[in-house]
């Protein structure tokens, strides 16, 4: 956990060198030392080495990836102001999301970045108050660290490093950090705001899946979406086994596409319990992160483990496939090419969002020759999405074994995954399959008198 930071002792210095008529350097100068002061609030809860072993940080990269590609000069603070003045948001969620990578990444910015640009800013006025009630600052009221990264600093930031640092500070000083999210539990506190809300690409892409299921039972009563497309992953010539196995894998885990990474990984390993063939999957996980305060729970599982009974089609190709081996267990653990086609090294981010992007289009491709009319796209998501409906929908499951299966600490998301709340309990041979579901830490039960989260202490385990 990081420490606090004085705030208002930076804030005071930059009231105190600012003056009536500020140069834009000037101006850097002051935003600067409130800016850095921010950016140690930024990591109050969780520094950025946290946020990389849990993989949110890598998140964070792709989201503000995405954002510089809709800016001119690829400045992701300068895209999300422009949507920000336009109103250009779908939703609230997804501005927050957007905001919070870019502070945590501005934040990290300003703090590599501060130490050059203050040694090089007192080098070129030696004899300014200002600079010398900042001299006094860095050994007085601020870490060593810092002090240490001061008195290494060599070089004036170049002039890339000085554009990132300026755009940086500027956004910190207009949206300052809200570590705990008090601002934006507020708002979900008030129920008399009720903003509607579209279900997202997945939910459509399965609702549909479902809706085209349901016609398909009226004269076939033993139809169902995922046997056929599973039938047409198995005749796709340019699908390999291990693609094979990848996508069996998020039909009966409905595990994130990015768990497949070698950064995280999935273990699967075959046995036979009473003559019953059996496939446990054992899945790292993503989106992880350990609790920091009281008001700031874990999150996500760093290991939970699936068991089923072979009944469905590609559990039964799994089984088979990896006996044929002559192991008894299969790991993946896939790595991505570490340049870009230009030559560009590329971060862990990016390397897991071509690794995602590649089976996600795979996925597709064979969507739309198993299901031609369909007006939506079917990706690795949506898996993830039906196995949460099935879940629920078969009745068998409570919140926290359900929470537990999708690699989450809190019930409080469930009611983001699944087709239709409306949907009649069915029965589904791969959710009747599964014989165990087991998570390395316990599920807490979600409140609804939002914010408090009561803990619960069993381990889900059927």
Not at 200 to 208: F, K, T
Not at 285 to 296: H, R
Request: proline fraction near 5%; glycine fraction near 4%; aromatic fraction near 8%.
């Amino acid at each position: 956990m990081v420490t606090g930071f004085p705030i208002k002792s930076l804030k005071d210095a930059a009231a105190a060198i600012a003056v009536r008529n500020p140069t834009p350097s000037e101006r850097l100068f002051s935003d600067s030392l409130i800016a850095y002061a921010f950016a140690r609030e930024a990591n109050r809860l969780y520094a950025p080495e946290d946020l990389i072993a849990s993989g949110t940080w890598q998140k964070y990269e792709v989201r503000a990836a995405a954002l510089a590609r809709k800016s001119p000069r690829d400045n992701p603070y300068e895209a999300f102001l422009r949507i920000d003045r336009a109103g250009g948001w779908e939703t609230v969620n997804t501005r927050q999301a957007h905001r919070s990578a870019l502070v945590r990444l501005a934040a990290q910015s300003v703090i590599e970045g501060a130490p050059s640009f203050w040694k090089h800013y007192i080098s070129q006025k030696p004899t300014e108050k200002a600079t010398l009630q900042l001299n006094e600052l860095l050994h007085k009221s601020v870490d060593s660290a810092l002090v240490a990264r001061f008195l290494a600093a060599k070089r004036p930031l170049d002039k890339t490093e000085y554009e990132r640092f300026r755009s940086a500070v500027a956004f910190l000083v207009a949206h300052p950090p809200d570590p705990s999210h008090q601002a934006l539990r507020k708002n979900i506190d008030d129920r008399s705001v009720k903003p509607k809300r579209k279900p997202n690409a997945q939910i459509a892409s399965l609702r549909a899946l479902n809706q085209h299921q349901d016609r398909k039972l009226k004269s076939d009563p033993t139809y169902c979406w995922l046997d056929t497309y599973w039938t047409f992953v198995l005749a796709d010539d340019d699908t390999g086994d291990l693609q094979r196995a990848m996508i069996a894998t998020l039909i009966l885990t409905g595990c994130r596409p990015v768990e497949f990474s070698c950064r995280l990984g999935i273990e699967v390993s075959i046995a036979d319990v009473d003559a019953a063939k059996r496939l446990t999957f054992k899945i790292h996980g993503a989106k992880t992160a350990t609790k920091k305060e009281i008001s700031v729970e874990a999150k996500g599982q760093a290991v939970r483990q699936i068991t089923l009974g072979c009944h469905s089609p590609e559990a039964l190709w799994l089984h088979r496939h990896i006996s044929r081996s002559g192991e008894n267990r299969l790991v993946f653990s896939q790595a991505a090419a570490p340049y870009s086609l230009a030559g560009k090294m590329l971060s862990i981010a990016e390397q897991e969002r071509l690794l995602t992007n590649s089976l996600g289009k795979r996925v597709k491709k064979i969507a739309s020759r198993a299901f031609p009319r369909l007006k939506h796209n079917v990706t690795p998501y949506v898996f993830r999405h039906s196995f949460a409906d099935a879940l629920r929908t078969e009745g068998r499951f409570d919140e926290q074994a359900r929470a537990a299966a999708l690699g989450q600490q809190s019930t409080r998301t469930l009611g983001h995954y699944g087709g239709s709340n409306r949907r009649k309990k069915t029965n589904s041979v791969r959710s009747q399959q599964i014989v165990g579901i087991d998570a390395n830490s316990p599920v807490r039960e979600y409140s609804r008198s939002f914010p408090n989260d009561a803990g619960t202490n069993s381990r889900p385990r059927l």
